[in-house]
């Protein structure tokens, strides 16, 4: 194995939503993720949140299991609805539970890294409209403030919103997340008040005077042409335009798209200070990579259409690229300006069976990190500033509109029971964090 910065974080991810459960004790208000579980036909076999993996009352043995992985960082995330209340008032209880947690994972050597936004906000604020109100950026800004004053004492690695495409796009054009709508205005407003929301949260950070780092988590796709048809290549430009240099341009380099601009009245009309805002340097940057989408030409608005190549496939089921990998991490650390870069999730989901002897054997997760993370690692050789990788996750989940009918996890939970077992993947994860050390 090559040598690794001294300081190379080797961890593990997962979001207050898919994990937490305890929806509604100790004063937590609903989300709009509590609100879309009992729409019905929204998440699969009429999952929902309410206990999920019951990460709340459990997180002591989530931790102890991290600390026997060998894990050196935990990024989790922060329920908004959990320490907030609709007056903007910090919620005690909910802050004493994050407190607890970030007490436990110190104890055992574990560096916290904190996720700010991944996804659950609070219904008081869907209300209002959620992202398509600017005013959500400011409520978001008065919540990182409670964050910061109350955690970063703890913690010094910070992201401020997970893969805001999904926030956007998914959310408020495809309509498979919360709140569940089809429209591209609301879209282009969420897009322009999570930019500004990340700002808003970059500047709250340097007002409190906190140590450590601040940065975005972005799902970068940088798609592929599916082909060498011209009509095909303008296809993967269109489709980067707009579903990854609509986040990263303004966060690095101050601007949206031209082609943006031109396109989408909304952000033309932006407020002209916004941008300032906006582009605030970061200290570093979050990468979700799963894999590569690959794209042809289609008459749809966007003009591009994700097509399934012959490739292996994962559960969900996406197609394994990651001889692209190291591809995108380069693309992504350009546009960065070359700033430090973490890949803050990378996984797979996969049908893992639990044996009769409490093993589980998941070979294709094994195979599916151990290439990922060498695809990863040689980057460095690129002349990328990587320093760290994430498993996503620790735990099997709550796969937002799949509910729990795929696992990523490291860990096994049985979800009648919610007992943990340890799947061959996380031994594999800790032999692998182990040589790492060594070298
Ligand atoms: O489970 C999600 C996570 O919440 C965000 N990134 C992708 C993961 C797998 O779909």
Not at 259 to 264: G, H, M, S, T
Request: charged content about 25%; overall charge negative; proline content about 5%.
């Amino acid at each position: 194995m090559k040598k690794l910065p001294y300081d190379f974080a080797f961890g593990s991810a997962t979001a207050s939503v898919q994990v937490e459960g305890a929806w509604n004790e100790d004063g937590k208000l609903p989300s709009i993720w509590d609100d879309f579980c009992k729409r019905k036909g929204k998440i699969d076999n009429g999952d929902t949140v309410e206990v999920s993996v019951d990460h709340y009352h459990r997180y002591q043995e989530d931790v102890d299991l991290m600390a026997y992985i060998g894990i050196d960082h935990y990024r989790f995330s922060i329920s908004w609805p959990r320490v907030m209340d609709e007056s903007l008032r910090p919620n005690e209880k909910g802050i004493a539970f994050y407190t607890r947690l970030l007490e436990a994972l110190l104890e055992k050597g574990i560096k916290p890294a904190i996720t700010l936004y991944h996804w659950d906000l609070p219904s008081f604020l869907q209300k209002q409209g959620g992202w398509t109100n600017p005013l959500c950026a400011y409520a978001f800004e008065a919540y990182c403030k409670l964050c910061f004053s109350r955690f970063s004492r703890y913690c010094d690695m910070w992201f401020t919103m997970n893969e805001p495409l999904c926030i956007s796009y998914v959310s408020y054009l495809w309509g498979t997340h919360a709140p569940g709508y089809h429209s591209m205005e609301k879209t282009m407003k969420a897009v322009h008040n999570i930019n500004l929301a990340h700002g808003l949260a970059v500047r709250a950070f340097r007002d409190a005077g906190c140590k450590g780092q601040i940065g975005p988590c972005i799902n970068a796709s940088y798609s592929k042409p599916a082909t060498q048809d011209p009509r095909d290549i303008e296809a993967a430009r269109r489709d980067n335009c707009y579903k990854t240099d609509i986040f990263t341009l303004p966060v690095f380099q101050g601007h949206y798209p031209e082609e943006i601009l031109r396109e989408q009245k909304v952000l033309r009309n932006a407020p002209k200070g916004d941008m300032n805002i906006i582009s605030l340097p970061v200290d570093m940057a979050g990468l979700n990579y799963y894999h590569t989408d690959y794209v042809k030409y289609a008459d749809n608005g966007l003009g591009a259409e994700g097509v399934i190549l012959d490739f292996p496939m994962t559960d969900m089921p996406w197609t394994i690229t990651v001889d692209d990998f190291p591809f995108c991490i380069k693309s992504f650390s350009e546009q960065a300006n070359g700033i430090p870069i973490y890949i803050t999730e990378n996984g797979c989901a996969y049908d893992d069976v639990l044996e009769n002897d409490g093993e589980v054997h998941d070979i294709r997760r094994i195979d599916y990190l151990r290439s990922h993370i060498n695809a990863a690692l040689s980057t460095l050789d690129m002349g990328v500033d990587l320093k760290g990788y994430f498993v996503w996750s620790l735990l099997d989940n709550f796969e937002w509109s799949y509910g729990y009918s795929k696992r990523f996890g490291l860990i096994y939970v049985d979800y009648m029971t919610k007992r943990r077992c340890l799947k061959d993947s996380a031994f594999f994860y800790k032999e692998f964090i182990e040589n790492a050390k060594q070298v």
